[in-house]
């Protein structure tokens, strides 16, 4: 179980994250929804580490990770496939993949999440030795969520994962975070496409300049008025 | 269309610039020894020097390669030019010589025991200069890894300074470098040649230093291939092989192209970055070390400023190649040792660095990526 209690993160004066308290049970989808700015990617970023935060905690079963270095954040379990992509542009696809299972020692199946991977995305295999700079838009979505997988991480930090996409990829990328999830991967999902993330999500958090505003089941939130006007676009 | 009319208006503006670059090597080419028709007549009258100037060059570009290769390993991964490094280097000159010395293998009469002390003072010298240059990463840039760029740049130049000020009090100890009749600190030191002292009492080859000497193409051209131009082709060669390797193939050679790449990246991923820039320094200063030691054996001088030109000749030989490229590096390594090698013997020695200058220059004017230029196509 992921739990941010009262975080507070900053960058220089800016106050990002203004007490933000969050849950994620085991085998859940947990969407955070909010406009650009509000705080989503800041909240993935101090989950990882790579933000610190002021004040408050962050635990993962129990093991609090506020003060532990990002790399042993992710030895200890925590994948992203971050805001950006960020795959490695000349490094080849095998190898961005070989990368996200860095931290692993045990890699008694590792040729089976390989495998796994490339079930889930073909797309891959056919340009398994291309850079991963030359691949689409689409594909670096891919490989950026293949490369998290194959940490095989306790919880997946996704960080909208549509962005830029064309609607019918859209629609191939949520279907598989659903399967993901479906197998057992603990998912918390930041998203701006609120409806697609909501159709999906157990629950959802709405994040509103540094804030949570709302917090519920992912079935009541789509009903909500606001949520409606705000991010689902119903007039 | 908008893109191209402004892509022209800049050219004119390089071909102005270049022009200018184009006047002042006319000015002062003569003076700096750039006499075409005697040039042309000296290749003329005695073709094999050309042959002999070639092997002089790739030799040397061998030296300048690893060395460049310290250059753009540490550029790619943390964006700094790591100004103190042909100061490593030149500490690892001053270290093999001290080397050499204590352990007696200078006067040595024994082939075994000059081979087994020349293997000793080459991982002496990587050693040295492995964790010396750790130890300015860590004492001088990773504090100010976050800071804006000029701040480790300027103090590189600081450390640079520092180092070359130990080497000079280290050539002034004559208990650690022995003097042959020169006096203080400043002097240059004479390197003996061991390799040719130790062909000589091996009997290899006949005693002779030039392996094809017996060879009718070499009679005949007076062309030599000394046992010393082989020795750094090959030693040189190898590392670059086995550096390239490495980085493909290992892990942490792995995780350093992808820190390289982006390094919020590869923190998500668990690499430890403190540690694989750490590697980086290590491995880039092993190599500065084991050039220290070739460039010694091959060019004979040990001087406390000598990593100051070896520093710009490697510089300019990563930016040559595409600074952060390690292919690029050895490519630009040997182009520049060409250049260096035939300014020195058919222009005047005295003007190679300027030479070596105007080529970085007109690089960073035409071509600023490199021959080889990384193409980041990051964001799609």
């Known amino acids: 179980m992921l739990e941010l209690k009262d975080v507070h993160t900053y960058y220089g004066?800016?106050?990002?994250?203004?007490?933000?308290?969050?849950?994620?049970?085991?085998?859940?989808?947990?969407?955070?929804?909010?406009?650009?700015?509000?705080?989503?990617?800041?909240?993935?970023?101090?989950?990882?580490?790579?933000?610190?935060?002021?004040?408050?905690?962050?635990?993962?079963?129990?093991?609090?990770?506020?003060?532990?270095?990002?790399?042993?954040?992710?030895?200890?379990?925590?994948?992203?496939?971050?805001?950006?992509?960020?795959?490695?542009p000349r490094m080849t696809v095998m190898e961005n993949l070989e990368m996200g299972a860095y931290v692993r020692k045990d890699l008694t199946s590792y040729k089976d999440d390989l495998e796994h991977v490339f079930s889930l995305f073909p797309r891959l295999k056919e340009r398994i030795n291309q850079k991963g700079g030359t691949l689409s838009g689409g594909e670096q979505q891919m490989l950026a969520m293949g490369r998290a997988m194959m940490a095989k991480p306790k919880i997946l930090l996704l960080d909208e994962p549509s962005m830029g996409l064309a609607p019918l990829l859209v629609e191939l990328i949520f279907d598989i975070i659903k399967k993901l999830n479906e197998e057992g991967t603990t998912i918390l999902l930041v998203e701006q496409n609120a409806l697609m993330a909501l159709s999906i999500a157990h629950r959802g958090y709405v994040l509103q300049t540094g804030e949570i505003v709302l917090a519920d089941d992912a079935k009541k939130l789509m009903k909500n008025e606001d949520v409606q006007k705000t991010y689902l676009g119903v007039e | 269309m908008e893109i191209t009319k402004k892509q022209f208006k800049f050219n004119w503006r390089r071909l102005l610039f270049s022009a200018l670059v184009l006047y002042v090597v006319f000015l002062i080419g003569p003076i700096a020894g750039l006499d075409v028709p005697a040039i042309v007549a000296n290749i003329q009258s005695n073709p094999s020097q050309l042959i002999q100037f070639l092997?002089?060059?790739?030799?040397?570009?061998?030296?300048?390669?690893?060395?460049?290769?310290?250059?753009?390993?540490?550029?790619?991964?943390?964006?700094?030019i790591n100004f103190a490094h042909g100061d490593?280097?030149?500490?690892?000159?001053?270290?093999?010589?001290?080397?050499?010395?204590?352990?007696?293998?200078?006067?040595?009469?024994?082939?075994?025991?000059?081979?087994?002390?020349?293997?000793?003072?080459?991982?002496?010298?990587?050693?040295?200069?492995?964790?010396?240059?750790?130890?300015?990463?860590?004492?001088?840039?990773?504090?100010?890894?976050?800071?804006?760029?000029l701040a480790p740049l300027i103090s590189a130049i600081g450390m640079s300074f520092i180092i070359e000020n130990i080497g000079l009090i280290w050539a002034g100890q004559s208990w650690l470098v022995p003097l042959f009749g020169t006096t203080g600190g400043a002097s240059q030191k004479s390197f003996p040649d061991m390799l040719g002292i130790l062909v000589?009492?091996?009997?290899?080859?006949?005693?002779?230093?030039?392996?094809?000497a017996s060879t009718p193409l070499f009679t005949q051209w007076r062309l030599t291939l000394n046992v010393k131009d082989l020795l750094v082709i090959v030693l040189?060669?190898?590392?670059?092989?086995?550096?390239?390797l490495f980085v493909q193939r290992t892990k942490l050679g792995k995780a350093m192209r992808a820190t390289a790449q982006n390094r919020d990246a590869a923190k998500m991923l668990g690499i430890d970055i403190d540690w694989v820039i750490t590697a980086t320094f290590l491995i880039g200063g092993g190599l500065a070390g084991a050039a220290g030691l070739?460039?010694?054996?091959?060019?004979?001088?040990?001087?406390?400023?000598?990593?100051?030109?070896?520093?710009?000749?490697?510089?300019?030989?990563?930016?040559?190649?595409?600074?952060?490229?390690?292919q690029g590096a050895m490519l630009g390594g040997f182009l520049i040792g060409l250049l260096a090698s035939f300014s020195d013997g058919y222009l005047n020695a005295r003007w190679t660095n300027a030479w070596v200058f105007t080529v970085l220059v007109l690089i960073l004017l035409f071509r600023p990526t490199g021959l080889l230029g990384e193409n980041t196509t990051q964001k799609a």
């Open chain 2, 294 to 326: 070739m460039a010694g054996l091959y060019n004979n001088t040990a001087w406390w400023f000598m990593g100051f030109r070896a520093g710009l000749q490697s510089f300019t030989a990563a930016v040559l190649g595409g600074i952060g490229n390690i």
């Open chain 2, 200 to 212: 000589k009492l091996s009997g290899f080859n006949g005693g002779d230093v030039n392996l094809f």
């Open chain 1, 13 to 88: 004066n800016i106050h990002a994250l203004k007490g933000i308290s969050i849950t994620v049970k085991d085998g859940e989808i947990v969407t955070l929804i909010g406009s650009n700015g509000a705080g989503k990617s800041t909240t993935l970023r101090t989950i990882q580490g790579l933000n610190r935060p002021r004040s408050g905690t962050v635990t993962l079963d129990g093991v609090s990770l506020e003060k532990m270095e990002a790399h042993k954040i992710a030895e200890f379990g925590v994948a992203q496939s971050p805001e950006g992509r960020m795959i490695f």
């Open chain 2, 236 to 244: 040189a060669v190898s590392l670059m092989i086995g550096l390239y």
């Open chain 2, 55 to 80: 092997i002089i060059g790739i030799s040397n570009g061998a030296i300048i390669a690893i060395i460049a290769l310290g250059y753009t390993m540490v550029y790619g991964i943390i964006e700094l």
């Open chain 2, 88 to 149: 490593v280097y030149m500490i690892g000159v001053f270290t093999s010589l001290t080397t050499l010395s204590l352990t007696g293998t200078l006067t040595s009469q024994d082939p075994v025991r000059i081979v087994l002390g020349l293997i000793f003072a080459l991982v002496v010298s990587v050693v040295v200069c492995a964790v010396l240059n750790a130890s300015i990463e860590r004492l001088a840039y990773r504090r100010l890894r976050n800071a804006p760029r």
